[in-house]
């Protein structure tokens, strides 16, 4: 969805009344927006359900397919010779290798391998980190024992942005007709 930002150079609003008119369009605006989103919505999920039993049977039907490929090719090895994949008259098959990964093989938790690996492995395997606790500043930021001055020294601030808002009253406004602005 495309995001489209308006720049206004000078104020065209000169009253509270017309504050409240553009207001009162933004809101009838946001209404019809909804409207349109929920109708969209509905038809979304009325194409999904019309083709989700089928979409399921096809998926189940592959899934099936797929095993007996499988389970041909684990039990002819031989028709690979070196290869992992084999060209047939429709496509290929066969089998990828995935990333490496670690798999404990005792039945402990990783933190609790940390010193049977530095025993076994050494040191250069056991990873020790330190970070900023971001929340912890910010929590700790306007209490009496906090020094800001300490902050300033850490090359820190800590900042809250003031951003406007327009909240239109859509609930009141859900029967009425909305009128196209002029």
Do not use: C
Request: aromatic letters at 4%; hydrophobic letters at 40%.
């Amino acid at each position: 969805m495309a995001t489209h930002r308006i720049r206004v150079t000078s104020t065209a609003i000169k009253t509270r009344l017309e504050a409240d008119s553009v207001l009162g369009d933004i809101r009838n605006l946001t209404i019809q927006r909804n409207q349109i989103l929920l109708k969209k919505e509905k038809e979304v999920s009325a194409i999904e359900e019309r083709y989700k039993d089928e979409l399921d049977t096809i998926g189940k039907d592959l899934e099936v397919k797929s095993e007996l490929l499988s389970g041909w090719a684990t039990n002819n090895p031989s028709e690979f010779g070196t290869l992992k994949s084999l060209e047939l008259t429709h496509g290929k098959i066969g089998w990828r290798t995935g990333m490496p990964k670690l798999i404990k093989t005792a039945k402990e938790k990783w933190d609790d391998m940390v010193d049977r690996v530095r025993q076994n492995l050494g040191d250069r395997f056991i990873r020790i980190s330190s970070e900023v606790d971001k929340a912890a500043i910010i929590r700790a930021h306007g209490e009496d024992p906090f020094d800001p001055a300490q902050l300033r020294l850490a090359g820190l601030k800590v900042a809250q942005e003031e951003s406007f808002f327009v909240e239109p009253k859509i609930e009141e406004a859900d029967n009425r007709t909305v009128v196209a602005a002029a």
